[in-house]
């Protein structure tokens, strides 16, 4: 979760999410947009690459 706080805050996106037990659920949208932008899709990918290389 640090670590994908961290790159959040680079890339200025602020997702929504929970840690309960070992899971953790992240929502991404872009709230001023209304929806799912390309900001969220580059979001999506850095949190994937997190996660791949643990």
Known sequence: M???AFEAEAQ???PEWTNV????S???STHDA???T???FKMAETIE???EAD
């Open 38 to 40: 390309e900001k969220d």
């Open 2 to 4: 640090t670590r994908i």
């Open 49 to 51: 690459s997190i996660i």
């Open 26 to 28: 992240i929502t991404l």
């Open 12 to 14: 200025q996106h602020h």
């Open 21 to 24: 037990y070992n899971t953790l």
């Open 34 to 36: 209304g929806g799912v």
